[in-house]
């Protein structure tokens, strides 16, 4: 099985890395991919261009075996559907079942996702959540998907809900974007490697007008 871990990384962080990390564990995936989004659907386009994105995402997991960096969404034309990255992975390797993993904000808003419900037709949803969350109503067709059983995931390639708590860092990429701006050390919030990246290459920096 293969996680999928979408999202705009700029930059990528600790919080990013523990979490791909932690799920690859618990459920003994055979990767976890950290794709970063090009022109993302619900949201205004990142202001780093997509290769810094992406160098700063490489930087960030060359040591960690089974975290894989995965362009394909900066090399699509137009918004980046991840009903989208599901198919053309599904059609790269249809023997391999995907676990595509959002944040309990992206699952809130997860019936304005362009054909979010054929979402399940090409992977498992695993939702992350926060230690003692409270899970909110269910729509019927979410509630027909929805498992507690961890080996569910593993009896069909697709179509399961799941609900998991991890070791979550309070840690925002627009805060440690406003902290640089503000000429303030983020250390400790993201990688080495990164910062060393972000100060040669000046990002997050008001430019004046």
């Known amino acids: 099985m293969i996680g999928i871990y979408g999202g705009t990384f700029d930059p990528v962080h600790f919080g990013h890395l523990r979490t791909a990390l932690e799920v690859k ?16 659907p619900h949201r205004e386009t990142p202001l780093t261009p997509p290769e810094k994105r992406l160098a700063m995402l490489e930087l960030a997991v060359q040591n960690q075996p089974g975290l894989v960096v995965d362009r394909r969404e900066l090399d699509r034309v137009g918004y980046s559907y991840m009903i989208d990255t599901l198919k053309s ?20 808003g997860l019936d ?11 992977a498992h949803i695993l939702v992350i959540t926060r230690p003692g969350h409270v899970l909110q109503e269910l729509s019927c067709f979410l509630s027909s998907k929805l498992t507690d059983n961890r080996e569910d995931l593993t009896l069909d ?10 070791t979550q860092l ?28 972000i100060n040669n290459n000046k990002l997050y920096i008001r430019r004046p007008n």
């Open 25 to 40: 564990e618990l459920f003994t995936l055979d990767e976890v991919r950290l794709i970063p989004c090009s022109q993302p």
């Open 89 to 108: 992975l599904q059609n790269e390797d249809s023997g391999k079942s995907l676990l595509l993993i959002i944040g309990t904000d992206a699952f809130e």
């Open 112 to 122: 304005s996702w362009h054909q979010w419900q054929q979402l399940f037709d090409y």
């Open 157 to 166: 390639k697709a179509g399961c809900l799941f609900f998991q708590s991890v």
């Open 170 to 197: 309070d840690i925002s990429a627009t805060a440690i974007r406003l902290l640089i701006n503000s000429g303030q050390n983020p250390s400790y919030l993201l990688p080495d490697s990164i910062i060393k990246y």
